[in-house]
């Protein structure tokens, strides 16, 4: 079956440190890959996708490259803002089924 | 456009009430999805409809909850009776395709 490993936060880092969030995955095929960003209080946002290999996704300086020799989409910017603390899900979709979640990663930046 | 609507956005009940989640999709999306999310279980896929009609409810945890879609406009999921464990937040999404899913607010329910 599908399933989506994320690594396990919290994950704290200072305002400008370099953010990695590692995203492994498990799917027959080829998958779409996702990463959505869920801030306090709100429901899930799309922040990126990729569709096929190599392909790199990015918005608002974050970006995750679709590695399948190594079945991974892990997520980096290269300068994070207080603004960025949020939770930050790995998702895949495959051949039209559901959406499979990471269990997410909560990022807390601090000034 | 407003994007997907929840309400309401707080519930706080009494083991054993009726509880009604209500959620309006963006016009034209034909797909509609109900999550649960705790700290315990994460992002849990509850029943996904796609034009109205209920596709995949194997997530549903068991008889007590259910959930209709009477038009493309609303639907609603339903825990009677409600129990403590049943505290969490909800969510709505809607999308145009399965892989790509635009959620709501979330209704948070706190059962006592």
């Known amino acids: 079956g599908n399933s989506v490993t994320q690594m396990e936060g919290p994950v704290t880092l200072s305002e400008e440190a370099f953010l990695t969030i590692n995203c492994t995955y498990t799917a027959t095929g080829y998958p779409s890959l996702f990463w959505y960003v869920q801030y306090p209080g709100e429901g899930l946002q799309l922040l990126l996708k990729a569709t096929k290999a190599d392909d790199k996704g990015s918005n608002k300086g974050f970006e995750a490259t679709y590695r399948k020799e190594t079945t991974s989409f892990h997520l980096e910017k290269g300068s994070v803002q207080v603004s960025d603390s949020a939770v930050y899900f790995c998702a895949l979709n495959n051949a039209g089924n559901m959406l499979t979640f990471g269990g997410g990663t909560r990022l807390m930046v601090k000034p | 456009d407003a994007g997907v609507i929840q309400s309401p956005r707080h519930e706080v009940t009494e083991m054993g009430q009726e509880v009604t989640l209500r959620c309006k999709p963006i016009s034209g999306h034909d797909y509609l999805f109900w999550y649960r999310q705790t700290m315990m279980r994460g992002l849990e896929l509850l029943i996904y409809?796609?034009?109205?009609?209920?596709?995949?409810d194997s997530g549903m945890p068991e008889d007590r909850f259910s959930a209709k879609m009477p038009n493309a406009s609303f639907s609603t999921l339903k825990i009677q009776p409600s129990e403590p464990r049943d505290s969490a937040v909800y969510f709505c999404?809607?999308?145009?395709?399965?892989?790509?899913?635009?959620f709501g607010p979330g209704t948070r329910l706190l059962v006592l």
């Open positions: 999404a809607s999308g145009s395709e399965v892989k790509t899913q635009y």
């Open positions: 409809f796609n034009n109205n009609v209920p596709i995949d």
